[in-house]
């Protein structure tokens, strides 16, 4: 019920913005986020938003640069990043957890997306 898009090739300073959209009934109540992968390295998580859009949670290495949010409207959650490093090379992937809480987020995913590339060249 996830799917992604968004992703690319961009140059390092760039900025980038990823979409999904939640198909699935419970979009206001589960909580949302973003992990992504690197080549030869384990699923990370990236950034996360509560059920209520009050409570964020991001990694050491975007925090300050990447925001994760939702438009209702659209059943889509957003991860927006700003100055975009070669280590952000990753795939991407949405995340949901039925419990609504970001910490539950980071440790139990209820539903992931299938998803997408994002290469930062420098």
């Known amino acids: 019920n996830l799917k992604e898009s968004g992703g690319g090739l961009v140059q390092a300073g760039d900025s980038l913005r990823l979409s999904c959209v939640h198909s699935?009934?419970?979009?206001?109540?589960?909580?949302l986020g973003w992990f992504r992968q690197a080549p030869g390295k384990e699923r990370e998580f990236v950034g996360a938003?509560?059920?209520?859009?009050?409570?964020?949670l991001y990694a050491d290495s975007v925090q300050g640069r990447c925001t994760v949010s939702k438009d209702n409207s659209k059943t889509t959650v957003y991860l927006n990043c700003n100055s975009l490093k070669s280590e952000d090379t990753a795939v991407y992937y949405c995340?949901?957890?039925?419990?609504?809480?970001?910490?539950?987020?980071?440790?139990?995913?209820?539903?992931w997306g299938s998803g997408i590339q994002v290469t930062v060249s420098s």
């Open positions: 699935g009934s419970t979009l206001t109540t589960d909580a």
């Open positions: 995340a949901a957890s039925l419990s609504g809480s970001i910490y539950q987020l980071r440790r139990v995913v209820d539903g």
């Open positions: 938003l509560s059920w209520n859009g009050r409570s964020t």
